[in-house]
């Protein structure tokens, strides 16, 4: 079956970096674009990001725009989310999904805690 | 970009039927997409194109998509159908998705 593990989450003080991953089993990896979506605590969801199948097309919410890249390794299985420059207002739980054709996300990982915090 | 607006929350006794509302101008030309979500899981689609339903969710689930408002429908709501449900879409113009902010489905 489908799986999406997101990992690389935890507490990190405002201005600095983190590093999220998202392996990806039962699937061909290489043929589906893949997502970044939050929700921060209480709140709805917020799509962040999105990377085309072979990594030649991203796009990114205006809110992370220029602090947040996104890439993907085949040989790995696995889809990153580099944060940099991080604010506690991007404190939430990151999810990754994986793309349907007509613009859903059919499956999604458990998702992954983000603290931004002094 | 685009803005969902969704009502905040809808409360329907065991038995009834929901309707769960997502509008915005001219969303009938768009493909709307619903999520469930129930506290501390990941969101689960539940209608996607508009009306159609993954493998998995119950015929009680359907979608419907018209002019300036898209429906989520529940009919023989059950407590177990109680959770958060978001409605999605694509924006063509910047490939970005965007998310209706939540409606709370209360089961009475």
């Known amino acids: 079956q489908v799986q999406l593990v997101e990992s690389g989450g935890g507490v990190v003080q405002p201005g600095r970096s983190l590093r999220l991953s998202c392996a990806v089993s039962?699937?061909?990896?290489?043929?589906?674009?893949l997502h970044w979506v939050r929700q921060a605590p209480g709140k709805g969801l917020d799509w962040v990001a999105v990377i085309s199948h072979d990594e030649n097309y991203s796009s990114f919410a205006d809110s992370v725009k220029g602090r947040f890249t996104v890439s993907r390794d085949s040989s790995k299985n696995t889809l990153y989310l580099q944060m940099n420059s991080l604010r506690p207002e991007d404190t939430a739980v990151y999810y990754c999904?994986?793309?349907?054709?007509?613009?859903?996300?059919?499956?999604w990982g458990r998702g992954t805690l983000v603290t931004v915090s002094s | 970009s685009y803005v969902l607006t969704q009502p905040p929350s809808v409360s329907v006794a065991p038995g009834k039927t929901a309707e769960i509302t997502c509008g915005t101008n001219n969303i009938g030309d768009m493909n709307v997409h619903w999520y469930q979500q129930k506290p501390g899981q990941a969101p689960v689609l539940v209608i996607y194109d508009d009306k159609d339903r993954p493998s998995g969710i119950p015929e009680r689930f359907s979608g419907s998509n018209s002019a300036n408002t898209a429906t989520l429908t529940i009919t023989r709501v059950e407590a177990g159908d109680e959770a958060d449900y978001y409605c999605?879409?694509?924006?063509?113009?910047?490939?970005?998705?965007?998310f209706g902010g939540g409606t709370k489905l209360t089961v009475l």
């Open positions: 999605q879409v694509l924006d063509t113009n910047s490939h970005h998705r965007v």
């Open positions: 039962a699937f061909t990896f290489s043929n589906f674009p």
């Open positions: 999904a994986k793309d349907r054709e007509g613009g859903s996300f059919e499956y």
